[in-house]
């Protein structure tokens, strides 16, 4: 049989995470790594190519695995390689999904491709739960909780704060309102009453560790609203216990059916790295896109229109035999 | 818009909860149930037609809901009704689903219409999990744990047992195991470890119960591979405390991603009633049902051939824009 044929592009944590998750699928395999940096300065276990170049490869992959962020790579990125590719792209900024569904769609239906946007996990697996739980229990509630885990935004925001020279925020969900919520309460949950935030920060020497703290917990956006915990450590013990990029989530949903009975429905994730799982989704919907385009469909698509038939290497006959 | 017009054969729990469940639907209405029973025997909110006559409703019904057992209902309605409809049903006899499969297939296929074979919680969601899950990290180990809920077939088994009356059986998955699965442990899981049995008994005057119990404990099959607790306790507190019909479960998988990174999946259902929410379920996948034949399709499909999307009432765009 022959190998499905991945691209890369873009090798941060996620392109790293997809090189890895090929590995373990013996029906892919990766062809090269393309960048927008100086090739010579990156190492992969393929070959690295300048993003440049990457029109010469029309006839040598199967699916192009985009890598970059939702920021401001992607908007450019997406529509540009769905041009020249079957693609598969995790665009997370929730907003924006629908002008980029239209701009990606346009793109790949116009060049005869198949793109799917928008998946890993959040979008992704978890608005694959939410559509599932409304649609199976109309009359309910959903609920999403995220973490325990690093938010590198809110990262970013404390690492901005004077006098503070290093730190990590970790995302976590409340265990009183997550319970709640299973025990069919149908709570109505204020921000605050869903989320806390732990922060560990490394102060330079002299800072004042009070004023720091204060400009933390009062930070609007981040983290005015929440409860939120600081605690100083030293850069040893950021690096040994806080350098891992763990992440995960619930969503919930209950239900009532019938003359008054509680239904409730669960999806979790507890990862121990945001990135690498990701990207095993990503390459999982590769395989996807690569049949779909095989039948001859064209367009974009989210994780919405995609059976889950069509991610395994099995066949239909084996599923059904072996899952169902 | 015109509603997807309903029809329900077997008139049991499951048919009960159809019918609930087209309520909480406003693009569906029920058209009538179909009994084997003599119709003025059965009530419902809508008119109740003999089996016999169901050939003369082809034309006023858009999907039939296949809601009798899989012992020996659905092996002989399936075929049959495919024949004449586009249906649903929950098939859960396991083994049997790829014969089941091809009788079902043969007859939608040659007859224009479109089958959703064994869907429902487990088959059906369960067995989704299990597929998204192993395609996702294929390197990991699957592990399904069922309850807390009543089992059929075992309360059936109780109550065989010389000197017992009445009985019900809980199946209830051991919290330990769970742990140490969501923990990343991989553990290897013997049937005792995995799930204990509960057994609530009310004994006929004047029974023995140790007798009993011992009976109960050491059937072969249903109890003596596991740990089971036997409770006895009167008509009434049974009545009061054991008439529902509560069940769930969970599916985990622990898998591996990059250099050793764990990483957890999970898919859970606390049921207030087992059969209340499978009909939910059912229900949902008519809706899909009825779009596939609509655009022209044939054949039969279990859950892993359909995309989640057509599970909703909401448009492609609302669902891009609402949930993903």
Request: glycine share 10%.
């Amino acid at each position: 049989m022959q190998k499905i044929r991945i691209g890369i592009v873009g090798y941060g944590n996620l392109g790293k995470g997809v090189e890895y998750s090929i590995r373990q699928n013996p029906d892919m395999e990766l062809v090269a790594v393309f960048t927008r940096r100086s090739p010579e300065s990156v190492q992969a276990s393929v070959p690295v190519i300048s993003l440049d170049e990457v029109e010469q490869y029309q006839d040598r992959i199967d699916v192009m695995l985009l890598c970059g962020g939702s920021a401001t790579d992607l908007p450019i990125q997406g529509p540009a390689m769905a041009k020249l590719f079957n693609i598969v792209d995790s665009f997370d900024t929730h907003a924006r999904i629908p002008e980029y569904f239209e701009e990606v769609n346009q793109q790949a239906e116009g060049n005869g491709h198949v793109a799917v946007i928008s998946t890993g996990w959040d979008p992704g697996l978890f608005s694959l739960s939410r559509l599932l739980f409304e649609a199976v229990l109309p009359e309910g509630n959903a609920y999403t909780f995220w973490g325990k885990g690093v938010s590198q935004g809110h990262s970013d925001a404390i690492r901005r704060v004077p006098g503070v020279k290093n730190g990590v925020q970790y995302t976590i969900p409340s265990t009183e309102a997550v319970e709640r919520v299973r025990n069919g309460e149908n709570p109505e949950l204020t921000t605050r009453e869903k989320h806390l935030r732990e922060c560990f920060v490394v102060a330079e020497e002299g800072a004042d560790l009070k004023e720091i703290e204060k400009t933390i917990v009062n930070m609007p956006n981040y983290f005015a609203d929440y409860d939120t915990v600081v605690n100083f450590i030293n850069e040893e013990e950021l690096k040994a216990n806080h350098s891992g990029i763990p992440h995960g989530g619930l969503v919930l949903h209950s239900g009532v059916t019938g003359e008054g009975t509680t239904q409730v429905m669960e999806f979790g994730l507890n990862l121990g790295s945001n990135p690498e799982f990701t990207s095993s989704v990503l390459v999982a919907y590769a395989r996807a896109v690569h049949r779909l385009s095989q039948r001859g469909e064209r367009g974009a698509r989210t994780v919405f229109d995609i059976p889950f038939g069509l991610l395994s290497p099995k066949s239909a006959e084996q599923l059904r035999a072996e899952l169902l």
